[in-house]
């Protein structure tokens, strides 16, 4: 079946400007998770969607990021008044549900790049 | 914070097998032990998940020492597909989140 899809695939925009970045999960998944991976680090935890519950946004790095999940199913990551610093590869993930023995499968990403 | 220690780097030759450990001290006793691996250019992938026995999957076989406090993730035999960016992770039961470290990034030598 289909996997999990991000779009656009690469993003370039100028400072300041805000941006979107789209995740459609796996069809019936109830758990998505969106991470940030800067050149040559590891995979930053942002934000956590389990079914209609209220997300988790512990790992969101300032107010200018927040994410939104309609309808249990797809979501869209906002920056806004982007800076240089958050030019990254942004990844989504599902899980079928979140258990601690849940498979997550990840996107392919979004990089983002701020000039 | 639960965390994961890994070598930065590790070197292996085509078609031998491969041992990348990865240390987790302050593991609790409900923590999951997973691995994941990340190719040039792609998002994670799933490789294999273990609590204490020993387990085996198509890609991958995980040893956990007995007392937990560290795992050894074992590639039967590398290919260069396997070239990749591995990442031990301890799934917390009281949070919501994996953390992910830096990884161990293997090499694959024809």
């Known amino acids: 079946g289909a996997g999990v899809s991000q779009s656009p695939s690469n993003k370039v925009t100028e400072k300041g400007k805000d941006v979107e970045l789209r995740c459609d999960p796996i069809?019936?998944?109830?758990?998505l998770y969106w991470y940030r991976q800067s050149l040559g680090q590891g995979l930053e935890f942002l934000i956590y969607f389990q079914g209609n519950s209220a997300p988790d946004k512990s790992g969101l790095p300032s107010d200018r990021f927040s994410a939104e999940r309609t309808g249990g199913s797809v979501s869209t990551l906002t920056i806004q008044r982007t800076q240089q610093e958050d030019s990254a590869v942004y990844l989504c993930?599902?899980?079928?549900?979140?258990?601690?023995?849940?498979?997550?499968?990840f996107g392919p990403g979004t990089r983002l790049t701020v000039l | 914070d639960a965390k994961t220690t890994q070598p930065n780097s590790m070197e292996s030759n085509e078609e031998e097998p491969v041992h990348l450990p990865c240390n987790h001290s302050?593991?609790?006793?409900?923590?999951?032990i997973h691995w994941y691996r990340q190719l040039p250019s792609q998002g994670p992938e799933y490789v294999i998940h273990g609590l204490t026995s020993n387990v085996n999957n198509r890609m991958a076989s995980l040893a956990i020492a007995e007392d937990r406090k560290s795992s050894t993730l074992i590639l039967h035999r590398a290919t260069l597909r396997d070239a990749a960016v591995y990442y031990c992770i301890l799934d917390l039961n009281t949070g919501n989140q994996f953390y992910f470290g830096t990884g161990t990034s293997l090499t694959v030598i024809p």
């Open positions: 302050t593991i609790s006793g409900t923590d999951y």
């Open positions: 069809s019936g998944h109830t758990a």
């Open positions: 993930a599902s899980s079928l549900w979140r258990t601690r023995t849940d498979t997550q499968y």
